[in-house]
Structures are given as structure tokens and as C-alpha cells.
């Protein structure tokens, strides 16, 4: 005796769907209080100063002054100047500091105590007045002459400058240094490479990635620190804009105008300083990301094409 068994329904009879999964994103209340926050302190600020007694014409009509211009110029030369000096200086001494001679890593570490340890404005005042200590400034048979004709403001600017950045820059140098394996070095040296040879041709190419980050900001801040130079009656920006808002009444709308100056030049840098990081990234990044101009490329292209989508 067979007994029949009856299926419930058609073989070939699909699943029961699924029910749809209701999400219900999370509320973030915070952080529309904040924003509300954050609008309303930028608004009370704004209206604080445009109900001051400020006199905003001036600063457009100051803006490209030749005095000014030539403040910017002055200012934009003594950082690129300082700057070299403190990366060249700055790579001597992190060589020296890692020598496994103690005199020259002694004076080198020496070299960067004093000169972190005190502040650049006092350095740029001792620079300018060492004319009180000594008289002549005597290298024979090389240079003589008196030490007021030889320091400058520009050169008591740019030693104070350069020579204070080149300790931060020296520790710079040395942590990328130290970030290269050791074994790049004794492979260099096992192919008969000169210590010289490889420091140039092997390290310091791999310590690029390391080194210029910090630089750049170095570069940045560097451009800022120039204004200390007013100490030594060297014509920057600062001093440029001081004179002539002491000339013109407008004291303090050409402060307004140098800190404008100083987010330009800041601005232009940081942009110099994103590609030359993106140049030395890529031997450590399979896939650089986009830049700036390539995401604003893409957006604007995929909007295109579901515009496009939508006409069609």
C-alpha cells in the first residue's frame, strides 16, 4: 500500500519576498546646535565690526601701494633666503648630531639647545646690536670693516632667521634620516657606495617623505616670523603697513590689510606645499588621491551625465 503524498503548492512556486527593511537614520541634534551655535558667534562678530568705526575704504585703496608691494617683496625674499639657509644648515647639523664622532655631534646638539632655547626676537636684537660689543668686524685677509656698516637689517634679519630655523630644521632632518632602514644603507654600502655617496643617492631620497611635510610647515610659519623683523628696522610687510597707516590715519585698517597680505602669501604656500608632498607620496601610496581640481572635475562630470540621463 503507497500513500500519496501532496505538496502544498506548485513546484516551481517562488519564495515569500522578504519584508522590506525600514532604516531609520540616526538624528544627530548636536550637531545642528552647534551649527546654530557656531552662526550665531560668526554673525555677532561681523556685525561687531561692521558697526565699528573702521574705515574699510582704505584698505582696497592701500592694498597695491608701492610701499606695501615692496613690503611683500622684501618679505617674500627674507623667507625664501632664511629658509634656505636653515634647511642647508639644517641638514649639516642632523648629519653631524648622528656622527658617531662625539666632538661634532656634542656641537651640533649644542648648536640646537642654544638656539630652541631662546627666543628669535631676542636673537634678531643681539644679531643687530653686536655693534655695541665690538667695533670692527676683522677676517683676514678676507673682509674688514665696521660692525655697523656690516650688519644690515637685512643680514641682522636673515642670520636671526636662518640660523634659529636651522636647529628646528636640524631635528627635522634628523627623524627623517632615522626613518630609512638601516638596511638601505648597508646594502648601499655592501655595492661599495662612499657613506657620502649614499646619505646623498640613497637616504635622503627616502627621508624626502618624512622631511617635507614638517618643511613646508616650517616654510609657512617661517613667512609669519619675518614680522619680528620690524625689530631690526628691516622694511617687511609689517613695517610697511605700520608706516604707512601711520601716515594715512588708518592704524589699524592696515593691520586689517597686512593680515590680509599674510593669508594670501599663507595660502599660496600651503597649495605649493600639497602638490610637493603629493610628488614625494608616491613611493609609499599605490593610488594617489585626487587632487583638488581632479574632484571638482569629477563632480562636475558626473552631474553632466545624470543630467544628461534625465533629458534622455
Partial sequence: MTTKIEKAGPVDAPPPAPETIKAIPVRHYGRWVSAVI????LVMLVSAFAGGDVNWDAIP???FDGEVLRGVRNTVWITILSMVLGVALGIVLAVMRLS??????????GYIWFFRGTPVYVQLLVWFNLGLVFDYIN??????????????????????????????????????????????????????????????????????RVIVPPTGN???????????????????????????????????????????????LTSVLSVGQYYLERYYARGSSRSLPATPLQRVRANLLSFSNRSGGVGA
Avoid at 557656531?38 to 558667534?41: F, P, R
Avoid at 608706516?243 to 593691520?255: D, I, K, P, R
Wanted: aromatic share 10%; glycine share 6%; with cysteine.
Fill in 38 to 41: 557656531a552662526i550665531a558667534l
Fill in 61 to 63: 585703496d592701500y592694498f
Fill in 100 to 109: 658617531k664622532n662625539p666632538v661634532t655631534a656634542s656641537i651640533a646638539w
Fill in 139 to 208: 677676517i683676514m685677509p678676507i673682509y674688514k670693516d665696521e660692525w655697523s656698516d656690516f650688519m644690515t637689517p637685512f643680514l641682522a634679519a636673515l642670520l636671526g632667521l636662518g640660523l634659529n630655523e636651522a636647529a628646528y630644521m636640524a631635528e627635522i632632518c634628523r627623524a627623517g634620516i632615522q626613518s630609512v632602514d638601516e638596511g638601505q644603507s648597508e646594502a648601499a654600502q655592501a655595492l661599495g657606495m662612499s657613506h657620502a655617496k649614499t646619505l646623498r643617492r640613497v637616504v635622503l631620497p627616502q627621508a624626502m
Fill in 218 to 264: 616650517e616654510f609657512i610659519n617661517m613667512l609669519k616670523t619675518t614680522s619680528l623683523v620690524i625689530a631690526v628696522q628691516y622694511w617687511d610687510l609689517l613695517q610697511a603697513t605700520s608706516e604707512v597707516g601711520q601716515n594715512s590715519g588708518a592704524t589699524a585698517e592696515m593691520l586689517f590689510l597686512a593680515a590680509a597680505w599674510y593669508l594670501i
